[in-house]
């Protein structure tokens, strides 16, 4: 429509994107707005073969009166992402478990999850899971390992995530130096429902249904 040449691939686009949709939003009704153009983009401008014939738009539209349909939007092709595996410890004392919030210069900036330990592979040895364990001030036998209950994957711009999850369940709560050397915070369910969570973590959760 406004003949925008910025890459929408590429972070940096954002802020010329936001802008320009800045002026277009009304106020009062995002939502509508926000539902019609994932219509019209589903429906009307397609990404491949736009109904430019029938399209109310079209005496607006630049690419349409430039002849640069298929020029526009520039995208360019997402680089190949790389594959992260995410061991999550889901530390349990009765109805307490043990969360932290994410650091900043990865993904999920302020998000919380739970105990990690990011290895090279979705398989975690046995020895490795009592040693996180123990050093997170926990305590697990090695014939207690079992296989993680769960393994889950999100796909991000340009990283995937493997996650499995490791619960754990503790026979005392952590004590205040274990958790500040882990990062941790103890939270009741109630409290976990309001934590801003990444979608992973929000989907582990509700299918455990703590
Ligand atoms: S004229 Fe074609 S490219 Fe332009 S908004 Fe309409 S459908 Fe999309």
């Not at 390992?145 to 889950?152: D, N």
């Not at 882990?182 to 990444?198: M, N, Q, R, T, V």
Request: negative net charge; contains cysteine.
């Amino acid at each position: 429509m406004f003949g925008l040449a910025q890459d929408i691939a590429a972070p940096a686009s954002r802020k010329v994107f936001q802008q320009v949709a800045d002026t277009l939003i009304p106020a009062d009704q995002p939502a509508e707005f926000n539902q019609a153009i994932m219509e019209f983009g589903a429906i009307q401008c397609t990404p491949v073969k736009p109904d430019c014939l029938f399209c109310p738009l079209q005496s607006q539209c630049y690419a349409f009166q430039h002849g640069l349909i298929s020029e526009l939007p520039v995208k360019s092709k997402a680089k190949a992402g790389r594959t992260r595996y995410f061991h999550y410890f889901v530390l349990q004392y009765e109805d307490t478990l043990y969360m932290r919030k994410r650091g900043p210069k990865d993904i999920w900036e302020g998000l919380y999850d739970f105990a990690l330990h990011e290895a090279d592979s979705a398989d975690l040895p046995a020895r490795t899971v009592v040693d996180t364990v123990e050093a997170l001030g926990g305590r697990i036998d090695l014939a207690q390992v079992e296989e993680p209950v769960q393994s889950l994957r999100h796909v991000l711009s340009h990283q995937k995530v493997e996650a499995r999850f490791h619960p754990v369940k503790l026979e005392a709560p952590l004590t205040p130096k274990a958790l500040a050397t882990a990062g941790l915070l103890p939270y009741k369910a109630s409290e976990i429902e309001s934590l801003p969570k990444s979608i992973l973590i929000t989907n582990y959760i509700s299918n455990i249904g703590f």
